[in-house]
């Protein structure tokens, strides 16, 4: 079994050399003329206001926690989706449970107000 | 995949169902009940608490198990679930008249305690590595949270901090551990572990070495959680920054939980190697009894202490993974009885003894005199004191000796040595606090306090305990001779 470990390793080292390859392929063949457009902020596609760095304001970082818990949701539901049929009405009680479980989440953090952008 | 093939047996987890689902309406009714009404939460929870304990009670000696291993209702997991019961009701009513005092009487904060214990009883309660690490990451994750409670007082956030930042970086290594070990025996399953660990050289050919990289990530990450040194530093600075109750909390539970999963993973799944690692085991207990111990000695800040003294009690329990023996398992059971009992009563006092303004931990200004003028916080904290140190008659005592004699049993006659030297060595900064309580001139400050109703009933439960124990230990020993894996 250290050969498996092996892969790991050979895995390591190929991945890293790949990403420095890339750049270095792309700095080499990519023809280099910038111009103010190209050179501004991307928002998506809005025009900036101001500079890329500004303070954000914290209660993004609120959004952001409360996003992932319904990303990480959805990672499970896909899933079991796909394999609903064979899995049967008890894996279908489980997800009611899970669902159930980070819908109180939710009202717990929109009753708190934190959906709330003051 | 038919899931009807997998052995589901909710009876095994229905005390953690129970808090679980006590866990989920605090947090609603945090939300939605009026800020007058709030005062009930608390009653809630320890209602929860006795719920789920009247249920594991029901469960033991039945050794259940579900889920494939993955659930146990065995006497070990259902002991250990008394301890992490208990601990948490008496948080509880610690927590009544703190946060009252705080003006913080908040649902979440009890909802909070009862996922913690929830996880505890996981890492107590379970076969397999992964379910014990999710255990644990429940547990962390709750008590990193409490422990900056105050909001509003930078060192509470100072403690969440430290505690977040280390606990995740320790959290890590414990888990590449256990990659390590999955990748040995090609199971996270301790019974199978069981099996193969005395073979692991054979038809692993020169992955030995691994094992050993994953047992070693194993000790440092469980030696974070039960705060053994080197590991030991964010103790101290978290109990002076968290709430009071909270600190008691951390003292008491997780700590148990840490031992819990370190007994099972290393006197039963790799028990068969144990030549192999007592000697890291020898020199942590060493270590964290001689550190602890000599770094209490300076200290005036009685929360500060006490943490410190933590630390020393988490050598004292390691010396018996020293020995391994049955009878030193049951002495860790015992020791972990008493510890809670003494430690949240000690936690209780400071409490009494601190207000909104101040915490009531400065042992110079706050506690000279103090047992005079408080005569029942004095003398129960003279008894408190007395057990840490290990005075006969209480329980610390008998938990001293039933882990140092099964440590002479096993042969281990210079880790004994050096534990009494330690013992002595503690006596001197428990007995200084009982000195300053009542043989100093009392500064001006220290006055009479009125004790709320909850927290006298947790000085008096846990000192009744202490002393019970210390006269007849033999009940909760055969209980906890009963309760070996």
């Known amino acids: 079994m250290p050969s498996d470990y092996a892969f790991v390793g050979l895995f390591l080292v190929f991945g890293v050399a790949f990403v420095l390859f890339v750049f270095l392929l792309s700095k080499l063949i990519a023809p280099y003329k910038p111009n103010p457009v190209k050179k501004e902020n991307y928002e998506c596609g809005e025009v900036p206001i101001g500079q890329g760095w500004v303070q954000f304001n914290v209660r993004y970082y609120l959004f952001a926690i409360i996003f992932v818990i319904f990303d990480v949701e959805v990672v499970f539901l896909f899933p079991w989706a796909v394999v609903y049929k064979s899995l049967g009405f008890f894996a279908f009680i489980e997800m009611l449970i899970f669902i159930a479980i980070l819908i109180f989440g939710l009202v717990y953090v929109w009753r708190k107000g934190a959906l709330k952008w003051v | ?485």
């Not at chain 2, 169902?17 to 609603?28: D, E, S, T």
């Not at chain 2, 006795?50 to 579900?66: E, T």
């Not at chain 2, 065995?74 to 002991?79: E, G, K, Q, W």
């Open chain 2, 1 to 485: 995949m038919d899931l009807s093939l997998i052995d589901i047996n909710w009876q095994v987890i229905t005390p953690q169902i129970i808090l679980a689902v006590f866990g989920f309406v605090l947090l609603l009714l945090e939300a939605f009940l009026p800020k007058d009404k709030k005062g009930i939460l608390p009653h809630l929870a320890w209602i929860g608490i006795a719920l789920s304990f009247f249920f594991s009670v029901n469960l033991f000696g039945s050794g259940f198990s579900g889920f494939n291993g993955m659930a146990l209702a065995d006497n070990f997991a259902l002991f250990f679930s008394f301890i992490f019961l208990i601990s948490s009701f008496l948080v509880v009513l610690l927590s009544i008249s703190f946060l009252k005092r705080e003006e913080q009487v908040r649902g979440d904060y009890y909802a909070l305690l009862l996922f913690a214990t929830l996880g505890m009883m996981l890492m107590a309660s379970s076969f397999d590595l992964i379910v014990i690490f999710l255990g644990l990451e429940i547990v962390s994750v709750s008590l990193y949270i409490l422990s900056g409670f105050r909001k509003k007082d930078p060192k509470s956030n100072e403690a969440s901090m430290k505690f977040f930042l280390m606990g995740s970086f320790a959290t890590s290594f414990l888990i590449f551990g256990i990659a390590l070990i999955y990748g040995n025996f090609g199971t996270t399953n301790l019974e199978k572990i069981l099996f193969l660990a005395p073979f692991s050289g054979v038809f692993a050919g020169a992955s030995e070495f691994l094992l050993y990289a994953g047992i070693g990530f194993l000790i440092v990450g469980f030696g974070f959680k039960i705060a053994s040194v080197p590991f030991h530093m964010w103790m101290p600075d978290v109990f002076e920054g968290a709430p009071t109750p909270i600190a008691g909390f951390i003292s008491a539970g997780p700590k148990a939980a840490g031992f819990a999963a370190l007994l099972r993973i290393f006197l039963l799944a790799f028990s068969s190697i144990k030549p192999d690692w007592t000697l890291i085991f020898w020199i942590l207990a060493v270590l964290s009894m001689t550190t602890g111990n000599l770094l209490a000695l300076w200290q005036t800040n009685l929360k500060r202490l006490l943490a410190y003294s933590s630390i020393a009690h988490g050598g004292y329990i390691l010396i018996a993974f020293v020995s391994g023996s049955n009878s030193a398992i049951s002495g860790v059971l015992f020791y972990l009885s008493a510890y809670i009992l003494m430690n949240l009563g000690a936690f209780a006092v400071i409490i009494s003894m601190g207000s909104k303004e101040k915490e009531g931990t400065d042992l110079y200004k706050e506690y000279a005199g103090a047992g005079l003028k408080n005569p029942f916080l004095g003398v129960f904290m003279a008894i408190f004191m007395l057990s840490l140190a290990g005075f006969p008659p209480t329980a610390g005592f008998f938990a001293k000796f039933y882990i140092f004699s099964s440590a002479i049993k096993s042969g281990y006659l210079g880790l004994v040595i050096i534990a009494v030297i330690n013992s002595l060595i503690s006596v001197y900064y428990y007995l200084r606090v009982i000195v300053y309580m009542f043989m100093r001139p009392s500064a001006e400050e220290v006055k009479p306090v009125s004790i709320p109703f909850s927290l006298g009933l947790v000085i008096l439960l846990t000192g009744i305990g202490i002393l019970a124990l210390g006269i007849l230990p033999q009940e909760l020993l055969n209980l906890a001779y009963n309760s070996i894996f």
